[in-house]
């Protein structure tokens, strides 16, 4: 295995000459979308070539062992190569499962931002407070991985909680690592309005989409109706007696997007714009990866929004993903916002049906 993964990895490490050398140049640096194209190569590739250094460096240093050991001569030098060898050898291993996983090819959508919509769904009160609850665990997961959270747009609940929550997420990796969150969770405990103490079942719905820049998708500024209108809700005196609220509407699809969070207009519209390229694009991505799911099982939600990918049962202080099986027991740290150990099950089950296809 070692020379065809060593082969694999000189190819790799020049084209990562080639891209060092190309987004350096003015022409590519003056292309926005190429010399963004190429920076999440490099920023890929750099990661498999500090590996590719590490087996190199591993594989060179058993070569030699072995090579003293079969010539023999200085007593101390084949002692000290027999130590090297038993000091190599078992590195040569786990280096080629990590390099493995770092040729499996990724979507380049995954170190995109992300738009995430968060609605609640059937349940009523209780759907809207446990969307509030949904978005605070994921505010607090934002926080542990220094994301910055934005929001586009919100309508709160009659009881708590919201109806609705639009917000960005911006970092590293972003939509790769929350598009597996995308679908229908599913919450069973005591709702906060039941007079009874019974358990009920009720549903929040979460959206993830990359972010789409300006020139990922182009929107002819004559297919868009612009409305503006007062906004609604807490803000302040100014904020609910100025039109400083925005709503697109795509005409030939239809599409409807709207912000109320900013006092400016201006900043309304900007935000606006982002929702409604994020939608639109992704309805394209989303053929992609329907497709893609056709070939393999995968654990990122595509088309379906009806996929109740998650429970969170509170009487038990249990979670439980469908997809893969996973049951926890520490619900209060995962509404907490720890759910790093959910995504990375999620992720090592994804990969696995990815090798699957490539052998």
């Known amino acids: 295995m070692a020379t065809s993964l060593l082969e694999k990895l000189e ?36 990661k498999i070539m500090d590996v590719y250094k590490r087996y190199k460096n591993v594989l060179d240093n058993i070569d030699e062992a072995r090579e003293i050991i079969r010539e023999g001569g200085d007593a101390e030098m084949v002692e000290m190569a027999r130590m090297q060898l038993e000091e190599s050898e078992p590195q040569v291993l786990p280096l080629e499962e990590e390099i493995k996983y770092l040729l499996i090819p990724r979507d380049p959508e995954d170190s995109k931002n992300a738009m995430v919509e968060l609605r609640g769904g059937t349940g009523g009160d209780e759907a809207a407070i446990f969307a509030g609850d949904f978005y605070r665990m994921y505010s607090k997961y934002a926080e542990s991985k220094g994301w910055r959270l934005e929001v586009m747009d919100f309508n709160e609940g009659t009881s708590g909680g919201y109806k609705e929550m639009i917000f960005k997420l911006s970092g590293e990796d972003v939509y790769g690592t929350m ?12 709702p906060a309005t039941e007079t009874q103490g019974r358990v009920h079942t009720s549903a929040a719905t979460c959206i993830v989409m990359p972010e789409a820049e300006e020139f990922d998708i182009y929107i002819d500024p004559k297919d868009i109706r612009k409305d503006t209108f007062c906004s609604s809700g807490a803000g302040g005196q100014s904020v609910n007696t100025t039109y400083s609220a925005v709503r697109l509407t795509h005409i030939p699809t239809g599409i409807v997007a709207q912000c109320q969070d900013e006092r400016s207009q201006l900043k309304n519209l900007e935000k606006c714009m982002t929702v409604l390229r994020s939608r639109l694009y992704e309805i394209e991505y989303q053929k992609r990866l329907e497709e893609e799911a056709k070939k393999r099982k995968s654990m990122v939600s595509s088309g379906d929004r009806s996929a109740k990918i998650r429970t969170y049962n509170y009487p038990q202080g249990r979670v439980t993903d469908h997809r893969i099986g996973l049951t926890l027991y520490n619900l209060a740290d995962i509404m907490g916002g720890d759910i790093q150990k959910i995504i990375d099950e999620l992720t090592i089950a994804e990969n696995a049906e990815k090798l699957k296809e490539m052998e």
């Open 11 to 46: 190819g790799l490490k020049t084209r990562f000459d080639e891209v060092a050398d190309l987004i350096i140049q003015p022409d590519v640096i003056a292309d926005q979308k190429r010399y963004m194209d190429l920076g999440r190569q490099y920023k890929q590739l750099e």
């Open 179 to 190: 598009k597996f969150e995308a679908g229908v969770h599913r919450v069973q405990r005591v």
